[in-house]
Nanobody, 121 residues
Framework: QVQLVESGGGLVQAGGSLRLSCAAS????????MGWYRQAPGKQRELVAA???????IYADSVKGRFTISRDNAKNTVYLQMNPLKPEDTAVYYC???????????????WGQGTQVTVSS
């Protein structure tokens, strides 16, 4: 089994910054893509940013130039540095990791529990 634990959400004023972390633990052989998604009230979950095992990144247009995704493979952790934040960034943020476990040759997608980010104007 694999577990993802997120941290770093909270309440911040517009223009401020937050750093989200998502650490994976368990029967991990390797981790392929890692990503962050968000879901605002009444809206569908959307991709915020993703990073491949080779370090290539993609970003939603709404966060380009403001958010930075990175990963620490030794710690099985993905980060999302967010600044400057805007009120429209308010949402629950979820991390996703595509994991190959030690007991299978197939990769499985795991999700974090979600962390609330609230940006006040």
């Amino acid at each position: 089994q694999v577990q993802l634990v997120e941290s770093g959400g909270g309440l911040v004023q517009a223009g401020g910054s937050l750093r989200l972390s998502c650490a994976a633990s368990g029967s991990i052989f390797s981790i392929n893509a890692m990503g962050w998604y968000r879901q605002a009230p009444g809206k569908q979950r959307e991709l915020v940013a993703a990073i491949t095992s080779g370090g290539s990144t993609i970003y939603a247009d709404s966060v380009k130039g403001r958010f930075t995704i990175s990963r620490d493979n030794a710690k099985n952790t993905v980060y999302l540095q967010m600044n400057p934040l805007k009120p429209e960034d308010t949402a629950v943020y979820y991390c996703k990791q595509v994991v190959r476990t030690t007991y299978s040759t197939s990769s499985v997608t795991y999700w974090g529990q979600g962390t609330q980010v609230t940006v006040s104007s």
